[in-house]
């Protein structure tokens, strides 16, 4: 009885000690896990740096260039119709104007009995074919050659037709007129206004200086509007 009782006496001896250094042992891990979460805190207390984002720069902007409407016709390109004395032919004004038509598409087109008409009369073309990019001079003067002895730069390679009666119509006037441009049943394909005729563009093209010419810029845009045309000076004829 008295070995039970030891032995008893032993046994919870045993036992009391373990939980003892168990109940030990979880504390100090309590203790352990809350100082970690208290020194977490206290660190973002103090007021630590949150990491900036990155910021990624935004795509450069590139505007997308606006296209410049050409022509899918014939165009009236370039009207000279108030010459200076430089290049005057036989000191005549009239004979002195030139139109210059302008093949803007990439088909050659024949103009055989197209007209152009200013505000009073008309001129019709012979049997001819304006390559695509080519130009064609309709003007006062008799023949290619005398145009070119005061246009030196006029382009062999240009078609030229003389107007009858060695004028367009019956002369461009100097301070407004118009100019239009039919094909051979009719049909107005091309037409501009200048100067005081608004017959065409409502506010027409400026009346020019003396010795300057009224041209498309770029050689075939067409809005349908005076913008398209600009105070060329000198004179481009054929080009």
């Known amino acids: ?3 039970i009782a030891l032995f008893s006496a032993f046994f919870i ?3 009391t000690a373990f939980w ?5 042992s979880f ?7 809350t100082g970690n979460v208290l020194s977490v805190a206290t660190s973002w207390v103090s007021g630590t740096p949150t990491p900036s984002p990155i910021l990624t720069p935004a795509p450069e902007f590139t505007p997308t260039p606006t296209s410049i409407p050409l022509a899918n016709h014939l165009v009236i390109n370039e009207v000279y119709y108030d010459a200076d004395d430089t290049h005057l032919i036989g000191s005549n004004e009239n004979r002195s104007e030139w139109i210059e038509i302008y093949n803007p598409t990439s088909n050659p087109i024949n103009v055989k009995n ?3 008409l200013d505000n009073n009369s008309s001129e019709t073309f012979p049997d001819l074919t304006i390559p695509a990019g080519g130009f064609l001079i309709l003007a006062g003067a008799t023949s290619s050659a005398e145009l070119k002895s005061v ?3 006029l382009p062999d390679e240009v078609l030229f037709v003389s107007a009858s009666g060695q004028e367009i119509g019956n002369g461009l006037a100097n301070y407004g ?7 051979n049943l009719g049909n107005v394909v091309d037409q501009m206004s200048y100067g005081n005729d608004s017959s065409v563009f409502n506010p ?3 009346d020019v200086d003396e010795g300057h010419s009224l041209e498309r810029s770029p050689a075939g845009k067409d809005t349908d509007t005076a913008g398209d045309f600009v105070d060329r000076y000198p004179p481009t004829p054929g080009s």
């Not at 007129?177 to 094909?183: C, E, F, G």
């Open 204 to 206: 027409p093209c400026p």
């Open 13 to 15: 001896f045993l036992a």
């Open 1 to 3: 009885m008295k070995k």
């Open 151 to 153: 246009w030196p730069s």
């Open 20 to 24: 003892v250094r168990s109940s030990k």
């Open 177 to 183: 007129d118009r100019v239009i441009l039919k094909d």
């Open 114 to 116: 197209w007209q152009v």
């Open 27 to 33: 504390f100090n891990d309590t203790e352990k896990i």
